[in-house]
């Protein structure tokens, strides 16, 4: 299999995987970034949720063919020391309870805000209802959200 | 407050102190019987380095309920050392720690005097050092703050500095536990001890384990029903990375080990591409087909019949022929899936000696004996480690999926790494039993309710788990509210074979038990012209303490039950007209030992239905975690409303119809409501906070949907009719 050349998290890291492998697991099994996570891999809970050029996309339905020079964050890339303000957020709120999800909210988080920093309730609601959490924070991370743009602005 | 207790003590290599409470006498006999005890990682609740550092082990298993942050808490309450200088670490499987499963709400109630009185030993003999060292009387000092002062003079000094006199001294046989004014940690908020490694990505779930040379392996199963007539593993064995194909001979229970057919390979997605290359055909086992519909009927015809006896108080049928008017109501709820957002899997290393485990568990105890069992190996040869789990609700509390990583790391005679796929998760998992109720009440000329007749049939999870044979165990409680409120109460159970893998699902049949019950009081209420919380708390009568077998007794307080029906109503409104376009629900119901009442408000939305806001009142005793508390008091009223709204598993010809979170939905951002939280003020030891807000939703949800449109849906899931 040709070695394939990746941008994550700022550095060019070669993988030799199949072109079909999704992204998800190139990054888990290939590279040993586990902090995105498999939930359904249909893209339909937003477990796997990562930033390709700052928008957030579900890993698990992006093949390794497809990314080209694209820019790849992953959780682990998103702040060097868990500094970023989605992250402090989400220790403020004490957001998670099992976690497993949180990555990919976190993700999702930080690319609304990128795009809209002030966002309404109902932005919160159309860029975050694409990531499921069955333990049922939602409402923690509603809070976390609106907390990390007031710390932006 | 004192209590006896035996504790033991020793040094540690590092000159600390390990304190652990004593083991009991079962589990010390199994351990003395052992040739070689077990590898353990750390041998205590507590160790305190001579630098002062103190670490705390967490004994149960953490799957999203924050033990590992509220069990700490109890330990650090009594030792007195700042939360801030604590570091949590997660104990493996150890006899020593005793029970250390995570079922049934159990986890801090079952460890809330055993940990607190580890913390208190620790305090006393660090305190006894110290006096010792001064000459002076140890009732003369007191612990303060990860230090030992003598009041007296202020000399004082440090844990640290303690750590390896206090460790020679003899273990305090009676020790005094602090009084709850005194509390500076326990109640209040206190954030998740993983927070800073999960939000970037460094917690280690069971999926994350990763030993050198392991293999990863993905496993496909039959349909209910059915097992492997022809395999054709041709195409399967050509995806790149694949290594071997196994097949999984199940044990006879298919709680332990199901047949399948595991593709190993080189990495999860060569793994799981050659499981969907395989070509597997099945045939039917021989029995009478596995199908919802099937099972629908079966359930209807049998709720005609009376039923076992599950209780019987007074005359029911003489009460319901002398009765002015009668009312019957039939319920109906559907199978639920688990669906943790982390799939069942888990990671084994067997060698021919010993066997090591790394996985997602809520019964570590069970994933020890049955990775025992497929090995060969004495349990005593077999290390868990329990990582984070990415949710539970009772699916972890099988192993099955932890005795295929031990059945395919021995077949590999490598570390091999389970992944299922989610269609797997849904297609495997063991469901919260479907069911019909039917309730029927008896009302006087005076209307006064005189008599209660409960039936349910539904295929019990404790049948298949003995499959169907009999005696079987109901899944009615004998003594759910309103047993001992009314003079005649008779429930009757009737078990339906199914077939179908049965479970326990968060907060287990209450969550179908209390929407029926619930919902039916409203209906009376309704019926009778009076108000729904009014009836309750009458039909509760004068605070007294009724017997309770089984999870969360001996006692059913009426009277806490009564008091979270009023903290919900006071802090809902009750009782004002509600804003307009807005109706209210109520339902409230004891479990795992807690009483928990919600008041559910909904609106009419341009789609339908809307849930607008829910108010949560919960007594659970004393709140240990204010945070974690309100957490899974949310949760539970969310796992609640999804399952309420969209919880429905059908089976056709064996075979699971939603496989994936499209055919199965959860509930999402957009459906979840601002959730109140409001915990009954409480020195009451702490009583379960898992499962207990689930039950009161379903009910409250259709109630207030009741009080909205005048509709009663007596059916579930509700979201497909409440569209308008």
């Known amino acids: 299999m040709p070695a394939l050349t990746l941008l994550v998290n700022g550095t060019r890291r070669q993988v030799d995987l199949r072109p079909d492998t999704p992204l998800l697991w190139a990054l888990r099994d290939g590279l040993g970034l586990t902090g995105a996570k498999y939930g359904c891999g249909t893209g339909q809970c937003g477990a796997c949720t990562v930033q390709l050029d700052g928008v957030a996309v579900r890993s698990c339905t992006v093949p390794v063919s497809q990314l080209g020079e694209k820019s790849i964050t992953t959780v682990e890339g998103l702040s060097r020391d868990g500094s970023h303000p989605v992250q402090r957020a989400w220790i403020a709120e004490d957001v998670a309870q099992c976690g497993y999800c949180q990555a990919g909210q976190i993700m999702a988080a930080a690319a609304l805000l990128q795009r809209t920093p002030r966002p309404s309730e109902a932005e919160i609601v159309a860029a975050m209802r694409g990531n499921l959490c069955r333990c049922g924070t939602y409402q923690r991370i509603r809070a976390a959200i609106r907390r990390a743009a007031g710390e932006e602005a | ?724």
């Open chain 2, 1 to 724: 407050m004192r209590r006896r207790r035996f504790v033991q003590v020793s040094a540690t290599a590092a000159g600390g102190l390990l304190v652990t409470v004593a083991i009991p006498a079962g589990l010390r006999r199994a351990l003395a019987a052992a040739a070689q005890p077990p590898a353990v990682g750390l041998g205590a609740f507590i160790e305190i380095a001579a630098d002062g550092t103190v670490t705390i082990a967490s004994k149960n298993p953490e799957i999203g309920q924050g033990v590992k942050t509220s069990l700490p808490m109890l330990v650090a309450e009594e030792l007195e050392v700042p939360w801030q200088r604590i570091r949590v670490v997660q104990a493996g499987l150890d006899p020593r720690y005793g029970d250390q499963g995570a079922g049934g709400s159990t986890s801090v109630s079952e460890n809330w005097n055993g940990l607190r009185q580890a913390g208190a030993a620790a305090r006393t003999l660090l305190i006894a050092a110290a006096a010792a060292r001064w000459g002076v009387q140890p009732a003369t000092c007191r612990a303060e703050s990860g230090t030992v002062v003598h009041s007296a003079t202020g000399r004082h000094l440090s844990y640290g500095d303690l750590a390896a006199a206090a460790a020679r001294l003899p273990a305090p046989t009676d020790v005094v536990l602090k009084a709850p004014s005194d509390y500076r940690l326990i109640g209040s908020r206190v954030a998740g001890v993983d927070n800073g490694a999960i939000v970037t990505g460094r917690a280690t779930y069971g999926i994350d384990s990763r030993v050198p040379g392991m293999l990863h392996a993905c496993v496909l199963h039959p349909p209910f029903g059915h097992r492997l007539e022809k395999l054709d593993r041709t195409r399967a064995k050509a995806v790149a990375g694949v290594h071997v194909i196994v097949e999984i001979a199940p044990l006879p229970s298919p709680l332990h080990l199901r047949q399948g057919v595991a593709v190993l390979a080189d990495s999860t997605w060569a793994a799981m591409q050659g499981q969907r290359a395989l070509e597997a055909t099945w045939e039917p086992t021989g029995g009478p087909a596995i199908d919802s519909t099937a099972l629908d009927t079966a359930m209807l015809r049998a709720i005609e019949q009376a039923g076992d006896t599950v209780r019987n108080d007074g005359n029911v049928a003489a009460a319901l022929a002398a009765a002015a008017r009668t009312v019957e109501a039939t319920y109906q709820v559907p199978l639920l899936a688990h669906a943790p957002m982390e799939p069942m899997n888990c990671l084994a290393d067997v060698k021919a000696d010993r066997a090591e485990v790394w996985g997602p568990m809520q019964d570590p105890d069970g994933v020890r004996g049955l990775t025992a069992r497929v090995t060969g190996l004495d349990p005593q040869a077999v290390t868990v480690h329990m990582t984070r789990a990415g949710g539970g609700f009772g699916r972890r509390l099988m192993s099955d999926y932890a005795a295929e990583a031990a059945y395919l790391s021995k077949a590999a005679g490598r570390p091999v790494q389970v992944v299922w796929t989610r269609e797997e998760d849904f297609r495997q998992d063991f469901f919260r039993p479907c069911g019909i109720h039917r309730l029927r009440a008896g009302i006087d000329a005076a209307g006064r309710i005189t008599c209660w007749e409960h039936r349910l049939a539904n295929p019990s999870r404790y049948a298949y788990a003995r499959n169907d044979r009999p005696p079987v165990a109901s899944e009615m409680y004998p003594d759910d509210f309103p047993a001992g409120c009314l003079p005649n109460v008779r429930l009757g159970y009737t078990h339906v074979a199914s077939g179908v893998p049965g479970g326990a699902w968060r907060s287990t049949l209450h969550s179908s038990n209390a929407f029926a019950v619930q919902s039916f009081v409203d209906e009376l209420a309704h019926g009778l012209g009076r108000d729904p919380l009014a009836l309750r708390l009458e039909l509760l009568g004068p605070p007294r303490r009724l017997d309770y077998r089984g999870h969360g007794g001996p006692v059913f307080d009426t009277g806490r039950l009564a008091g979270v029906l009023q903290l919900a109503a006071a802090r809902s409104g009750w009782g004002t007209a509600p804003a307009a376009g807005r109706a209210r629900g109520i339902a409230g119901h004891f479990t795992f030992g807690s009483y928990a009442a919600h008041v559910v408000e909904v609106s009419r939305g341009p789609a339908g239905v809307r849930v607008d806001r829910i108010v949560v009142a919960i007594d659970c005793g004393q709140v240990v975690n204010l945070s974690g508390a309100e957490a899974q008091a949310q949760g539970g009223v969310y796992d609640g409303l999804g399952a309420a709204l969209h919880g429905e598993i059908t089976v056709a010809a064996g075979r699971v119809k939603q496989t994936n979170f499209d055919g199965y939905r959860l509930l999402r951002m957009d459906e979840a409501p601002p959730v109140e939280v409001h915990f009954v003020p409480s020195s009451a030891a702490p009583s379960g906070l898992g499962e207990p807000p689930v039950p009161p939703v379903a009910p409250a949800l259709a109630n207030a949907v009741f009080a909205l449109t005048g509709v009663r849906h007596r059916t579930l899931p509700l979201a497909g009719r409440l569209r308008s």
